[in-house]
């Protein structure tokens, strides 16, 4: 935990007039933006605290530092060098011994088994590290009745990106894309490859994916997610297209996932938390959950730490957050 003293000190020195320059540090001066108190707010209103807590994907440290506030130990781990080398510049701009952070991956923690009271990871699993990975390291490194804090995008946030103009659109789309196809077509794949010789006439001449999913029988929500992609209009058309015959030729085996992460559905999290060993799951809005003194869950924001970003884009869920207990 911190003093008063140290806790002024952070909040003085929180937002640099001037950064030094360099990605990592645009990236913590975006995040600085925000007052320190208002994460401190944030950690608060989760109601996290106690012992010792890992942030898995720590970035630059800026919910390491508020995290201070609440625990004994924080450590961080990121596998980006640079952005630990700003996390221990801040730290020892704020004149503090903790946090440790480590260079390190969360597919395979660099902490003893039953470390940690509390694991928080925010805005890192994107796509990019399968989920049963990540729920096996934090389960490993929990001790008993540990929780883990784990908030992420939901397929809303590819589509706020994608209707922005600029250069994140193409994340966005990607990330739509990559969203349906996981949670929505993966499971035709079989269906596509048995069914190619029969409706062979079908695979050469259907003008869209979803035509072709339709020809071969594939679920309703399988053939509303290829419509769904349809719908951007741009290159996903033809990709789905291109995607769903190499499948049926067998010279793929599963859709294509161009770079810019992918959202998920709180149901996903649920399970694969529940494999891992994890005896009980919330999930709420981001920003919204709030554990109380007696184990109960709260939902409901913070009138002063309010969330990031409305709950939903367009009907679908924008990021959401999810407690899980060993
Ligand atoms: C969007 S940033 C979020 C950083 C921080 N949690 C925050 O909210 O400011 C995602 C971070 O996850 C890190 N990351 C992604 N995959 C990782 C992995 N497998 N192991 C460790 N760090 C990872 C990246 O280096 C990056 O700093």
């Known amino acids: 935990m911190l003093t008063a003293a140290q806790r002024k000190t952070i909040d003085s020195k929180w937002n640099p007039t001037r950064w030094p320059t360099g990605p990592a540090y645009d990236y913590a001066r975006a995040m600085h933006r925000r007052s320190y ?29 508020a995290l201070l506030t609440a625990f ?33 991956d969360i597919r395979a923690i660099s902490f003893e088994n039953e470390t940690f009271d509390a694991v928080f990871c925010s805005s890192v699993l994107l796509g990019g590290v399968p989920l049963e990975k990540a ?24 589509y706020s990106l994608f209707r922005e103009t600029g250069p994140r659109h193409e994340i966005g789309g990607h990330t739509i894309y990559n969203s349906l196809c996981q949670r929505r077509l993966s499971r035709t794949v079989a ?8 409706h062979a006439t079908a695979f050469e001449s259907a003008g869209a994916a979803s035509d ?13 997610a290829a419509e769904a992609i349809e719908a951007l209009g741009d290159g996903y058309p033809a990709l789905l297209l291109k995607d769903v015959r190499d499948i049926g030729q067998g010279t793929r085996d599963k859709f294509s996932q ?11 999290l649920e399970a694969v938390a529940r494999q891992t060993g994890f005896r009980r799951f919330e999930w709420s809005h981001e920003g919204w959950l709030s554990l109380q003194d007696d184990g109960t869950v709260r939902k409901g924001t913070s009138a002063v730490a309010p969330p990031f970003s409305q709950p939903f884009f367009e009907g679908h869920l924008r990021r959401f957050e999810t407690l899980s207990w060993k």
């Open 37 to 65: 108190q208002f994460y401190c707010d944030r950690i608060q209103h989760l109601g996290f605290g106690g012992g010792a807590v890992l942030e898995a994907g720590c970035g630059t440290g800026t919910w390491c530092f």
């Open 72 to 104: 004994d130990k924080v450590a961080g781990v990121d596998f980006t060098q640079e952005r630990i080398d700003v996390a221990n510049w801040l730290k020892a701009r704020f004149r503090l011994k903790k946090p440790e952070f480590r260079k390190g």
């Open 135 to 158: 729920y096996a390291e934090f389960h490993r490194v929990l001790k008993p009745g540990g929780v883990a804090y784990v908030e992420l995008n939901g397929l809303g946030y590819g």
């Open 191 to 198: 269906q596509i490859r048995a069914a190619s010789t029969a």
């Open 212 to 224: 072709l999913l339709k020809a071969v029988g594939a679920e309703p929500d399988a053939v509303a």
């Open 258 to 268: 161009p770079s810019g992460g992918r959202g998920y559905e709180p149901e996903e």
